[in-house]
């Protein structure tokens, strides 16, 4: 499949691949793909929804790299001397980093709740009440976006300076991406149109009423910018010759930490990323609507994809192996 049959394929798709907005690919340091659907430009931006965790994973492993935490294991509520532990909670106090970055840290309840920590004033506290519980650390994998909003809270508190302006003055700005600006309006309405809305965005990232941005979803990026990320991955943690995010960390954030189950495909995770395969150097930060960073090592590829939502769309990583890859091979 060479460029132009990718883009009829994505065009004329009535399944999976029909809401693909943006696919660009960085292979050995270069421009092998840059093509859009949708009326969408290269430079445009959307909401990447879960593909932020993996934005926030680079964050704090720079926050490490530069003394303001003093390791992954340092534990969360030290962070949070101010805020009131509920009277009988205990396993809050044993709650660390590490346990957030490999969704291994505990909550109570059954499912996430959306609904209180979305309409408080402050998205990082309000998921503090549900941090813990009963049942202490096991270890156990639970997959919770409202958990990762901790640490941005963790970072702001350990830096002194908003999460958003961290991340522009560490990331974005030194790898030559635009600068985000905060999404303030958190009203419901405003909070269901950032999710489903289908028409580009600004660079922008979505944040509570204190100006912390959400740290499990709603960053809005383009393809390019993904692509870009995942080229430092791939580089190690280098962009132009400049250090952006220590190599000892890179390694410890996609070195597999647990194993998960069939719904997630029986891939391995890092501190937010993912390993597809138990024997192949691929990795990847994925979200809903199949919005990646897609970084194959053995290929010294990287790849960015955007689409517009669509439901029960997780993983793409098989189309690009099967489809994109192709089409850089014949573009290099």
């Given at each position: 499949m060479n460029k132009e049959q990718l883009h009829r394929y994505i065009s004329e798709s009535t399944g999976n691949e029909s809401?693909?907005?943006?696919?660009?690919?960085?292979?050995?340091?270069?421009?092998?793909?840059?093509?859009?659907?949708?009326?969408?430009?290269?430079?445009?931006?959307?909401?990447v929804n879960s593909v932020t965790k993996g934005v926030m994973a680079l964050l704090?492993?720079?926050?490490?790299?530069?003394?303001?935490?003093?390791?992954?294991?340092?534990?969360?509520?030290?962070?949070?001397?101010?805020?009131?532990?509920?009277?009988?909670?205990?396993?809050?106090?044993?709650?660390?980093?590490?346990?957030?970055?490999?969704?291994?840290?505990?909550?109570?309840?059954?499912?996430?709740?959306?609904?209180?920590?979305?309409?408080?004033q402050s998205f990082t506290y309000a998921i503090l009440d549900y941090l813990g519980g009963?049942?202490?650390?096991?270890?156990?994998?639970?997959?919770?976006?409202?958990?990762?909003?901790?640490?941005?809270?963790?970072?702001?508190k350990a830096t002194g300076e908003k999460c958003i302006?961290?991340?522009?003055?560490?990331?974005?700005?030194?790898?030559?991406?635009?600068?985000?600006?905060?999404?303030g309006d958190s009203s419901k309405e405003d909070q269901f149109d950032f999710f489903m809305n289908k028409n580009p965005r600004k660079y922008e990232w979505y944040a509570d009423p204190q100006?912390?941005?959400?740290?499990?979803?709603?960053?809005?990026?383009?393809?390019?910018?993904?692509?870009?990320?995942?080229?430092?991955?791939?580089?190690?943690?280098?962009?132009?010759?400049?250090?952006?995010?220590?190599?000892?960390?890179?390694?410890?954030?996609?070195?597999?930490?647990?194993?998960?189950?069939?719904?997630?495909?029986?891939?391995?995770?890092?501190?937010?990323?993912y390993k597809p395969y138990n024997n192949k150097d691929v990795y990847a930060a994925i979200g809903d609507s199949g919005n990646i960073i897609y970084v194959n090592k053995e290929e010294n590829v990287s790849v960015g994809m955007t689409g517009t939502f669509k439901p029960r769309i997780f993983d793409r990583v098989d189309f690009i192996e099967k489809k994109v890859l192709s089409v850089i091979e014949c573009t290099v």
């Amino acid at each position: 499949m060479n460029k132009e049959q990718l883009h009829r394929y994505i065009s004329e798709s009535t399944g999976n691949e029909s809401n693909i907005c943006q696919i660009y690919a960085i292979k050995e340091n270069g421009v092998a793909l840059d093509d859009c659907w949708h009326g969408f430009k290269t430079l445009d931006a959307m909401n990447v929804n879960s593909v932020t965790k993996g934005v926030m994973a680079l964050l704090a492993g720079i926050a490490l790299d530069k003394g303001f935490i003093e390791s992954v294991d340092q534990k969360v509520m030290d962070f949070f001397p101010d805020y009131s532990v509920k009277r009988g909670e205990k396993t809050i106090y044993d709650v660390t980093i590490r346990h957030l970055l490999t969704m291994t840290a505990p909550y109570k309840g059954k499912s996430e709740p959306w609904k209180k920590v979305c309409t408080s004033q402050s998205f990082t506290y309000a998921i503090l009440d549900y941090l813990g519980g009963r049942n202490g650390i096991t270890g156990e994998f639970r997959y919770a976006t409202l958990g990762i909003q901790i640490l941005a809270g963790i970072i702001e508190k350990a830096t002194g300076e908003k999460c958003i302006d961290f991340a522009n003055n560490n990331l974005f700005e030194p790898l030559g991406l635009p600068k985000r600006i905060p999404h303030g309006d958190s009203s419901k309405e405003d909070q269901f149109d950032f999710f489903m809305n289908k028409n580009p965005r600004k660079y922008e990232w979505y944040a509570d009423p204190q100006g912390t941005v959400t740290a499990g979803w709603e960053l809005c990026m383009s393809a390019k910018d993904m692509a870009v990320i995942g080229s430092l991955v791939l580089n190690g943690g280098t962009c132009n010759g400049k250090r952006i995010i220590s190599e000892e960390y890179l390694k410890d954030m996609l070195t597999p930490h647990i194993k998960l189950g069939e719904r997630f495909g029986f891939m391995n995770y890092g501190y937010l990323w993912y390993k597809p395969y138990n024997n192949k150097d691929v990795y990847a930060a994925i979200g809903d609507s199949g919005n990646i960073i897609y970084v194959n090592k053995e290929e010294n590829v990287s790849v960015g994809m955007t689409g517009t939502f669509k439901p029960r769309i997780f993983d793409r990583v098989d189309f690009i192996e099967k489809k994109v890859l192709s089409v850089i091979e014949c573009t290099v």
